[in-house]
């Protein structure tokens, strides 16, 4: 403990201030799409309608074919509307409870209203059940996805469980992939609730870290394998260009079957008269395509590679030789899932904050914020610069470790 009580006050004399709870683009990935804000763009789309006016609730043909390439779905069945696919999450959870899904009852006719959450995952989602009173079973994510076993069986057996939330893939926060069959299984699954609904989360879709193919992870499209299924309105499809330019500032987009998207336009046209058009066309024009996008995102991986690399060389040379830690090493997404000794999460996160380096709130990647193991940190790179990474990460291992003897000392 003498030595780790002199890295300790090393790390404290830095008064060290970087904050790591969330996963910000760094300004350097933000400069990338400054010409963005000065683009020129036409102001009159391909269907004629002048952009700066009303209209086109569903958002411009050009910005519907370039979300719908990404999302691997038509551009007539994808609604481009606002910049937060977090937005667009609530909303359709918002409309379940209301109006209901494919014409069955709305939820909020319900006792119980049910959803699966993979976990480690992603605590917004985990917010939005909570803000709707939803109850939220915890399901063990693997490294294939969530465990499928237990999933089939509570879908087949409880007709109050009416979605799971999946980010499908570079999964926050592991970094993980969905594998085929797991993909297939959701979309083949026998499910109690006619109204089951996967909530396709996927916001890291271009989000590679490496060029060559072969690094890159490409999950199933689960609207083709519903299709295939014959269960092709069980998915609704989510993404945003949050962190392909500016969050906050960018396009988001829904994408499912014919019929949800025309029930999703009935009640888009009582809430509005027309979208952002004009921020549309600006992405539309800036980005292109899906390859004009991924051409893009090659620039923000030559920024976060170094980092994710970081976080990889201080753990495996604080950790490496220690049988407690481990933690993913994804190829992609914003996130490293870091598991520490079972019932140290908390502290370590304390101790991380005392020397000046704050991580998302322990707990936070299981619903109500309740790891049952008290183990797993979400470690987000994107942030600082590689030398305030490497602080964070020896900060990240003296707290560890430190947790770890403490545990030890008191049992």
Known sequence: MDELQKEYDE???LNLNIDMTRGRPSARQLALSER???IDFSYTGIDGVDVRNYGLIPGITEARQLMGEILEEDAQNTLVVGSSSLQLMYESVQRAIQ???RGNVPWQKLNHVKFLCPSPGYDRHFTICEAFNIDMITVKLLETGPDMDTVEKLVAEDPSIKGIWVVPQYQNPTGITFSDETVRRLA?????????????????AVHHLYDETENQDHVLDIGKCCREAGNPDRYFKFASLSKVTFPGSAIAAFASSEQNIREAKEHLFAQMIGSDKINQMRHATFLKNKKGVLEHMQKHAVELRPKFETVQEVLQEGLGDVDYASWT?????YFVSF?????TAK????????????????GSTYPFCNDPYDQNIRIAPSMPIVEELRQAMRVLVVATKMAAEESENAA
């Open 11 to 13: 790390l404290k004399a």
């Open 329 to 333: 090493n994804p190829k992609g997404g």
């Open 99 to 101: 109006y209901g899904v």
């Open 339 to 343: 598991n520490c000794k079972p019932g």
């Open 36 to 38: 963005l804000l000065n």
């Open 188 to 204: 083949n699954m026998k499910v109690a609730a006619p109204d089951f609904t996967i909530f396709w989360d996927n916001a890291y």
């Open 347 to 362: 502290r370590v996160v304390e101790i991380a904050e005392e020397l000046g380096v704050k991580f998302t709130e322990a």
